[in-house]
């Protein structure tokens, strides 16, 4: 059973930065892609940005400029470099990650708060 672990959250103000990990366990296994997702109260979850195994990168278009996504394929872990916080950005961050075990599957983590004052 794949297991993903967030960390690195926290209470920030507004103009700072934090960086979140999320680090995959529970076997051998091939990761396709990994992302981060966040999910504001009352709001949808929402996609942050996403990582392919091959370091290909896609960002929401609110996040551009400011956070960095990137990977330790070694390590199964993602981490989000994010600069420049917003109130805004106060969310619960959630990673997911497809892994490859014969077939396709999206696992989710618990998520992580990120509360960012004004």
């Known amino acids: 059973q794949v297991q993903l672990v967030e960390s690195g959250g926290g209470l920030v103000q507004a103009g700072g930065s934090l960086r979140l990990s999320c680090a995959a366990s529970?076997?051998?296994?091939?990761?396709?892609?990994m992302g981060w997702y966040r999910q504001a109260p009352g709001k949808q979850r929402e996609l942050v940005a996403t990582?392919?195994?091959?370091?290909?990168?896609n960002y929401a278009d609110s996040v551009k400029g400011r956070f960095t996504i990137s990977r330790d394929n070694g390590k199964n872990t993602v981490y989000l470099q994010m600069n420049s916080l917003k109130p805004e950005d106060t969310a619960v961050y959630h990673c997911?990650?497809?892994?490859?075990?014969?077939?396709?599957?999206?696992?989710w983590g618990q998520g992580t708060q990120v509360t960012v004052s004004s």
């Open positions: 997911n990650a497809e892994v490859q075990v014969g077939i396709r599957v999206l696992y």
């Open positions: 529970g076997g051998r296994f091939n990761i396709n892609f």
């Open positions: 990582i392919t195994s091959g370091g290909n990168t």
